[in-house]
Structures are given as C-alpha cells and as structure tokens.
C-alpha cells in the first residue's frame, strides 16, 4: 500500500500563490508515488481543483461547521466542501483546539458531520508538552480517540485517518523519536480494537505529523505501523515538499 502523505498549509497561500506554487509542484510529481492530500485555505480550493483534475491527487480542507444551520455566519459546511470537489477534511488539530476552543464535543460533531456529507476525515490528536513530562501520552491519547470517535459505526472508519501530531512537536523543530511514534502508533490502534475490532485496529489508517523537514523525514519512513505523514511549514515550498515526499517511498 502507498504512504500518505498530506499538506496542510494553514493560513497561508493565496488563491494566485496556490496556482503558482501547483504549476511548479505538478511539473514534478509522479502520481503513483502516494496517496497525496494537498489541504488547502477555503479560497485556494477552486482554483486547485481546477489543476489537479485527472491527477491522482485528493483536495483537502482545513475545517468544517459543526452543523448545517444555515444561520452560521462566516462558516463552511460539509456540503459545501463535497460539491467544491474536496474529499477529505481535517480535524480536531491542535491549533483549532487551543485558539479556538474546540473541545471533544464539537469535534465529534464536526466528524459526523464531514462522514454524513461523504467526507473522508483527517482526526488530529496528540500530546501537550505537559502530558509528555508527565507520562500522559497514551492516557491524553486514549481520552481524545474515544471522544471523538462516539457514536460512530466501525465501517465508518473506513473514510477515517488519525494523525498523531504532539502538541510539543508542531512547529517547533523538535521530534518524537521513532520508538516514541510508534509506541503512540501502537497505543492508537490498541484504542481502536478495543472499541471497535482487531480488524478496524489494523485497518485504520495512522500517519504521523510534526516538525517533518527533509533533514529528519528518514526516520519516519520506517516505522512500523505508521502508514504516512502530515506536512505543515515544510508543504509551502514545492522543492522541499517533494524532496520529503520522495523520501518516503
């Protein structure tokens, strides 16, 4: 099976950077390499569905509304996304969590709202530098999976991927080691056989996201268990991007 390995390029690229930085990034890209999933601000998402039309390339967005009222100034709602030509949407990162205060509920609504409008979701959990010092990683694992996956069915998590992104590693240069991924790795699918199946645990789809640059990628290549990779700063440059994602073939 293909890695993933997914962009999130956050606030930043504008609609005529976007096109820019795609007739470059295409020029090089070779579809069969992975499962590539380039998310994107809400304004770039036209004019990127535009360029990689017949590519093997799926468009993601960043953010969903956690219901379909109408009345929610200023809000994305699935439907919206699907007809737009976005297939997959992030969830639960901790950067919606902390500056926006998005907490289990609202994530667990978000989630079922994207599975309902035929969205594939991206679930971001992970660790707080404070969990990490105080031996917390699985337990704070634990807690964010089961709360944002209840009430789901077990084949609904055929269109789930969970990204294990430590708080304390986002942006900041500093890494897990790989026998710390996959320990989390390991915890995350342990978490999903116990509460849905061995078979949803093996099945289920676990990438890892980071401070990944093309200096420490080798270290997420291998390991075990880890079926990709969650880009952010590293994504907004197309040589460099492509230099990770040739990496983890």
């Known amino acids: 099976m293909k890695k993933i390995v997914i962009a999130n390029f956050k606030m930043n690229k504008t609609p005529s950077e976007t096109k820019q930085y795609l007739i470059s990034f295409l020029s090089k890209y070779e579809d069969y390499k992975t499962d590539l999933i380039l998310a994107l601000p809400y304004t770039s998402l036209s004019i990127a569905k535009f360029m990689i039309d017949k590519r093997e390339i799926s468009l993601g967005a960043q953010n969903l509304c956690d219901d379909d009222e109408k009345g929610c100034t200023g809000e994305i709602s699935g439907k919206m996304l699907a007809d737009s030509g976005v297939s997959h949407v992030l969830v639960g990162h901790s950067e919606r969590r902390a500056k926006f205060k998005e907490d289990s509920k609202i994530i667990n609504k978000k989630i079922k709202n994207g599975l309902k409008n035929r969205l594939s979701i991206i679930l971001c959990v992970g660790e707080s530098l404070a969990d990490k010092n105080t031996m917390k990683t699985l337990s704070t694992l634990r807690m964010q999976i089961e709360e944002a996956l209840k009430g789901l069915y077990e084949n609904e998590l055929e269109n789930l991927i969970i990204a294990y992104e430590p708080v304390w590693a986002i942006g900041s240069g500093k890494t897990p080691s790989p026998k710390e991924i996959e320990n989390a790795v390991r915890a995350i699918r342990k978490v999903v056989e116990e509460d849905f199946s061995k078979k949803a645990a093996q ?37 460099v991007f492509l230099q990770i994602i040739n990496a983890m073939i």
Do not use: H, M, Q, W
Request: proline share 3%.
């Open 203 to 239: 099945e289920i789809r676990v990438v890892y996201g980071g401070s990944i640059t093309p200096k420490n990628i080798s270290k997420f290549a291998s390991i075990e268990g880890l079926d990709g990779i969650l880009v952010g700063g590293a994504s907004l440059e197309s040589s």
